[in-house]
C-alpha cells in the first residue's frame, strides 16, 4: 500500500507495472532495484500500526520524484511486514520470524537475479530488521553474486535542529520523530489524545547502551511501560514536513550512486608484498 | 499497494490504520480479518507482472466498501509476493519459495492470534498459490486454533455469459478474464500492440487435464511458449467494470457469511453409534 | 502391505522386486512409475485406521491387473503413513507433518530421476494429502525436470447410481463409499456392529462448504462427533465390488494414457505477437 | 508389502487392522509396536533392490506367529524405504535422506504417544540406517518420554555354521547371507545367473576397518564394482531357512522381554556419596 | 585452546573445570557468563587464520584476571568456528553457515537456562558475526528470558593515539591494530616477511561505506587482492600490548557493570498518558 | 582450550597457526586434518563438566608428540560443545541438538575441501556423538568427496589388565576409566571427596543391554540417580598414565595409517559376473 498513489510521478518507477516483455528488455547495468521493508508493529497508543511502513513507503516515493528522468531506479512492492518479536503480544504487532524475513529477501533476490538485475538496495525503516538485512545482504552478495546495498532513512538525519539531544539518541520508537513525520504524511491516523512520552534511564550505566556498541538485548516491554521510547508529546507535521523534504534530497542523490556503484571504483592496489 | 487509494471509504477497514490500543479494544467475535495474497510474476508480453496482487487489491478494496457499516471485517497489508515458481525464470517474476510462503503465513496467523483474532480469511489471486495455502490453512487451525477460510475471487464467476466456455475454462493466465479487469481497474498498464492468444490443446487426452481431477504439474513453458493460457485479443474495460461489479456484489455478503460462522452452526449429532 | 499380493498377476509390475542390473536395462521413455501415497488414521469406530491404504492398495494393484501386457507401467511400496493432522489424536491416527510427508515425496522422485525414469504418478487414497501432493508434484516438475501426475481414484466415480446424492458429496470420510469398498476388499476388518451415519449440516450456509470453492479448514472433531462425515450404516460389499470393478476400468486406461503422454502433444503455437 | 499375508496368523498382531476404537481400548502398559525399517537399494545384479524390506516383512511376521497368544505384540506397516545414500545414483535405489527418515520416525512415535502407546521397537534390516535410528531413538526417548528399543535380526547371528568367518564379518550386503535368505523367502526375485562374489581386501590395514572401531565412510561405489560385499555364489535357500528359523526363534523371546521391560528393573542405588 | 593457560589466575574463573555438583550450587544472581566467539579465516598472508580466536581468548583471560575475587563472572569454552563466508574459499577459512552459527548460539544458551544462569556476554572478536549475533541474542531474549549481552573487545579503542585515524577507520582486516596485538601475545605466528598494506579508497563515493550507515555487502575479495584492509607494516608489539591493558582494564569494569545490570535499573515511568 | 599448550611440541601441527598463504602452499596429499569433537556435560559430582572435551585434548595433542616430523597431520581447535541431550537439565551440561552439531560438521568439513584438504579425523571423545558422527561422515564423503574417518580414543583399550570385566564393561561414564585419566591429567579438577560408584544392573535382562546389539534409549536420569555408570572410587592417576600413554602410542601409529590411506589400496576385482 502506497500512501500518495493514484497518479503520481513515481508510478513511472514502479517495477511491476511493467509486463515481462518490458523488463526482459530493459538496460541492467547501472540499475538498482529498491526493496522497501518495514514492520506492522505497535508504537504505543497514538501511533498507527503500520508505522515504520507507511514511513517508508512515502519516503521512497517522494525520493524517487526527486530524481532525474535518466536515473535507471526502480521500486518494487514493500516487504510490509518486519522482524517485530521485539513487541509481539501486544496487540497489533503482525511479526516475522527471523528465518521467515530472511527467505523473503533471499527468495526476492533470487528472482530478481534471474529476472537480470544486478543491484539491490533494502530500504529499511524498522530498526529491528537491520541486524538481520545485514546478515542477509552479505548471503546474497555471496549466493547470487549481486550487489546489495542496506540503508534507513532515519540515519540519515535530517532532525538535529528540531529536537533535543536526548530525544534523538533515545527517541527511537514512537516518539518525537516518527510522530512528527505521521503527522506529516497522514494525519488522521495519529491519536493526539493519547500522545505519550517515555524513555529508559540510561545515566546509571557507565558502559552499557540502548543501541550501542556494548549492549543488551531487550522486549520493548522490558525498557518501557507505554511500548514507546521517545516523547511524543512534541511532535509536529510540521517537522515532519521539513524532515521528509530534507531526508529525500539526500535520499534521490543516493540513488544515483548506489546505481552507478562498482566495486572497481574502490579497489586499490596492495602497496607491498600483497600474494596470497 | 492498494490502488484506489487516497481517502476511500475502506480505509476505514484498514486495520493497521489503527493503534495498538485501538486494536486492543476491538469486539474479536464475529470479526474477520482478511489476508490478501498474490503474485509478481509474468502474464505475457501485454499484461503488468503485478497482475495478480493489482486484481486482488482492487477487489478486496471495492468489495469492502459494498459492506454495511456495523460488519466487523478488517483488511491486512496484502502479502504481494506469491509462490510463482511454475513462471521462475521468466523476467518479472518474482517468487518466494513454498516453504517462505507457507512460513510468511503461518507468523502473520500466530501474530493475529496473540493479537486477540480467531477469524482469518486467505484472499487469494493466484491459482499457483491455491495448493500450499489450503495446506497453510489446515495448520494454522490446528496450531493457532483459528477459524481460516480461503477463496479465490476468480472462482466466484461473473463472467459466465461474457466469454466463451473455452476461453472460461482455460483461459487461466492473461487470457480475456485478467485482461478485461485490468484495463478496467489499470488501463494504463496493458500494452494493447503485444495482446496474445495461446491455449495449449487438450483434445488428444481422453482424462488428463490442466487443473482438472486427473492432472499433472507443468511449467507455464511446458504449455505455452506466449507465457499466457488463454485468448486476451478479446478484452474490453467494459468487461472487466461488469464482472468486478458481480464478483463483488458475493463478495460483500460472503465476507458477511464468514464473519458470523461459528463450528456450532454445522454441528450435528450422530444418528447411530456414534461412540468413539 | 499389499493386499491380495502372493503370486498375484501384478507381482510382474511391482518394481522393487527387479535388481539394480534389470532396472538399469529396462527401457525408461513411455514409462509410467507408479507411487500410492495412503494414510494411516482413524475412521470412525468401525473402520480399520488402514483404511485409505489398504484402499489403494487394492485399487491399484487391481488396476494392473487389468492393463495389456505390453504397457510399461510399474508399482512401487505404498507410502503407508500420509498427513492426517485433522485426524491427530484420535487413537490409530499415525501422521507425517506436512513437511515430512513433503520430504519423503521429493526423496523419492529424486531417486527415480538419478535411475532414470521420468514419469511419475501420485497415486493418492487420502484426501488430506491432495494439497500437499500438488504443491509437491509441482515442485518436482521444476527441480528435477519430471512429469508427474496425479489422481486419486475416488475421484473417478463409480458409485453415482449407488448411493444418494448427499452421500456422494459429504460421505467424504468413514461413510458409505469407503465402508462399501473395504467390506468388499478385506470384510473381516469391519466393524459391523459399531457403523454409524454423521454428517455436518451445511444449508445455514449460503457460500461456505467443506471442500469447495469457498471453503474453511477444518479438523475432523470440529464436524463430527463420531469421527466420520457420511452413512456406514447403507454400505455393502456389493456396492464396493462394483464400485472397484468401474474404477479399476477407467485407471487401466488412464495408466496407459498417462504413460504415453508427452508435452509436446498439447503445445499449440501462439496465434498473434506472442513475442516474451 | 508383507510377503506371506494373505489369512496368515500374524495378521492377527497387525495393528492398523483394528478401529480408532479397538485401538483406544487397547491395554497400553506392557505393550510393545514394532516398527519394520527398511531399504530400497541397488544388491548386485542377482538380489532384488527390495531385499532389506522384504527381509524385515518376513522375518518380523514369522516370529510374530511364534509368540505365545498373551503376548501383548503389535505391527505397524513398514517405512520401506530406508536411508541408502551409500547407494544413490545406482539404477534401482530409492533413497531418503537422513533428515526425512528422521522425521518419519519422529512422526510416528510421536502420533503413536498421541494414541497412547509408550514402547516403540524400530527393527531395522539395513545397516545404513543403524546410526541414524540410534540417533532418532534417543530423540524420541527426550522428546516424546518412549521407551524406545533398536534392533537388526541379522545381529542375532544364525549363521555362524554356514558360512565361512570371513563371509560372516565382510558379507555385509548381497553376500552370502542376504541371498540365502531371499532364495528361501522369495526365490523367484533372485536372478541365479548373476550371482557375483567381490569383497575388499582390508589385509593392508593394521587398524583400519570397515564397519569396527577405526572406521572410514564409504559409498558402495569406493569398495566394490559389482555393488556387493560378499559370495553370492555360495548361498542356498536351504541355509536362508535355517537362519530364518533361529533368528525367529529368539526374536520371539526378544519381543516378549521388550514388551516387559521398565528401566526400574536395572535401577541400582549409588553405593557412596551419589548426591547431585 | 586459550593462550595463557597453563596455571592461570583466570583458569578459576573457567566454568567446566566445575562438576555438575558444583554448579548447581553456584549462586546464580548477578551471575555473568561469558561466551567467547571468533573465527577462523584468512587474514592475509602474514597472520595466522586462528587470529581473531586467538586475540579473544587472550583478551577475555587477562581481563578475566583483573576482576575482583568477589565478582560473578564465569568464561566458557569459545566457539572457536565463527560466520566467515565472506572470506570463504581462500585457504584455512573454516566458517559455519550463519544458520548453524545462530544453532550453536542458541542451544548453549538454552542449555545455561537449564542449568539455571540468567545472564549471557557474547563476546565476539569477529566483524562478520556481529550482526548474527545481535539477531541471536534478542531470539535468546525472548525464547529462554534471559539477559544477553554483546560486545566486542576492539569497539572499546585503545588505539586512538597509536595509529592513523585512515587505519582506525579502514583497519578492520589484518592491518596495524590485529597484527599488533597478535605480534604482542603470539609473536611467533606472525609472517613479518610477508607483511601487507591493502585499503580500499572510498573516497569516490559520498554515500556509500564500507560499514557506516549506507553500506554495501561484500566479500573480501571484492575489496582487497591481499585479503586484508589496512597496513600491517606498521604493526608493533608494543602498540598490541599496549592496547591489550587499556581494553582489559575497561573490561574488567564492564564485566562487574553486567553481572550487576537488571531492566528495573533503567525503567522510568511513562510521563502521560501511557496507558496501553 | 588445549591444555598442555604453551610451547609445546604439538604446536607445530595446529593448523591455524598458519596463515593463508602458509596453508595454500601445504602438501595436500597423503595429508590428515584430525578434528576434536567433545562434550561439556555433567560427570556426577565429582568430576568436572569439561571431562570429555578435556580428555580429547589432551590425549590428541600428546599422540601428536609421538609423530615422526615427516607425517603430514594437522589439529584443528576442537568442537567443545557435542550432543548431550542424555544429559540435558543437569546442571553444567550444555549440549548442542542433534541437527546443530551435524550442521557445525558439515560446514567445517566442506571449508577444509574448499582449502584442498582431503582427509578428515573426527576425533571424539563422547559416547553420545558417536551415532551422529558416523551419520555425518557418510554424509561428508557423499556430498563434499572427502575421506572421512572416525575414532573414539576410548574404544583402542589401554586398562584391560587395570580394571575389573564388568568396570570395563559398564563403566562408560564417570566411572574408573575417565576419573582416572582426569586424576592424571588434570588433578585438580577432580573433587575426591565426591567420588561415586553406580552401576545399572542388567542381569535381569536376557537380551536387551546399554549399547550392544538389542538396546534401548536412554536418558543417564534413566538408569543413573548419581549421573554415572561405573565405580570411581577406584580411579588412580596411576592408572591413567598408563592408559594416556598407551592409547597415544596407539595413535601415532593409526593418524600415519589414516593419512596413508586410499581407497585403492582395498579393492579387489569382483571375481564373477560382477556386471551392473
Known sequence: ??????????????????????????????????????????????????????????????????????????????VSYGKSNEHLGLPGTISLSATTLQSVIMDIAESLRLSGFHKLLLFNTHG???????????????????LVFYLSPSSLGGAEDLMPADELEYGIHGGDYETSIVKAIKPGWVQDQWLVSETPSMTGQKFLTLEGKIRFAWRMADISDSGICGDAT????????????????????????????EFGDIRAKAEAGAER
Chains 1, 2, 3, 4, 5, 6 share one sequence.
Open 1 to 78: 500500500m502506497f500512501t500518495r498513489y493514484e497518479g503520481a510521478a513515481w508510478e513511472e518507477r514502479f517495477l511491476p507495472r511493467l509486463t515481462s516483455k518490458q523488463i526482459k528488455e530493459l538496460p541492467k547495468e547501472s540499475t538498482l532495484v529498491i526493496l522497501p521493508v518495514g514492520a506492522i508493529e505497535q508504537h504505543g497508543p497514538h501511533l498507527p500500526v503500520m508505522t515504520d511502513t507507511l514511513i517508508g513507503e512515502a519516503t521512497v516515493t517522494l525520493a524517487l520524484e526527486k530524481l532525474k528522468p535518466d536515473a535507471r531506479v526502480w521500486l518494487l512492492p514493500p
Open 128 to 146: 529491528g530488521n537491520t541486524d538481520l538485512l545485514n546478515v542477509v545482504s552479505r548471503e546474497i552478495r555471496i549466493r547470487h553474486d549481486m
Open 234 to 261: 512534541q511532535a509536529t507535521a510540521a517537522k515532519g514536513s521539513i524532515i521528509q523534504e530534507r531526508v529525500t534530497d539526500i535520499l534521490a542523490e543516493v540513488f544515483r550512486e548506489l546505481s552507478e556503484f
